[in-house]
């Protein structure tokens, strides 16, 4: 079987743009100067580029090749260093405790798997470290603005609710953001926002 994003990122066109998702570059204030942040799910890296503009130390996973190279290619183009590995968030494991923050942009997964990469996403992050992402929630198939056709590979609130319940919820946001990001996020959306102290 075939890695969809990995041929769906290799075109010379950053297909959701350069720019950061409009979450991050509201909520990034939080993280403290120099931090150690893994990024999850980063795709091409412009978030992770972002990140890494601000000061901090970055690691990007993906599971598409094409994307952690574009990644490396944006990192450069900005002057910054960064880290990519290649991961599949479903699978493979991930480092605990090791990181001062985490985030994850629409990194949008079966519903059999969303919980258990959530739960990796925090396991990453000392404690006292801040988790955040913004994804998709199921409403947004009504939208066609963006994101996973089937509710399948969306969010349910009540689900991130329960998965984050253990911890310090310093944001929760369910309802509609405006989403202007390259070719794929188009306008209105419907998305999950999360931001948590671990």
Not at 19 to 33: A, Y
């Amino acid at each position: 079987m075939g890695n969809t994003w990995h041929e769906r990122f290799g075109s010379d066109q950053y297909i959701y743009g350069e720019e950061p998702n409009q979450f991050i570059r509201e909520q990034f204030h939080r993280l403290k100067k120099g931090s150690s942040i893994v990024a999850f799910a980063e795709g091409e890296g412009r978030n992770a580029v972002f990140i890494a503009r601000q000061g901090h130390h970055v690691t990007a996973y993906d599971y598409a090749e094409n994307g952690l190279s574009k990644t490396e290619a944006l990192a450069k183009r900005y002057e910054v260093k960064l880290s990519t590995e290649l991961k599949d968030l479903t699978r493979d494991s991930v480092p605990v405790e090791e990181f001062e923050a985490a985030f994850m942009v629409f990194g949008h997964f079966s519903k059999n798997d969303q919980k258990n990469v959530i739960n990796k996403l925090i396991s990453t992050v000392k404690p006292e470290g801040i988790i955040m992402f913004e994804v998709y929630s199921e409403d947004q198939v009504k939208y066609g603005t963006g994101g996973p056709k089937s509710v399948d590979m969306l969010y349910n609130p009540f689900d991130v609710l329960q998965w984050i319940k253990d911890y310090h919820v310093l944001h929760f946001f369910y309802g509609e953001q405006e989403r202007v990001e390259g070719e794929l996020h188009r306008g209105t959306g419907h998305v999950i926002q999360v931001i948590i102290k671990k």
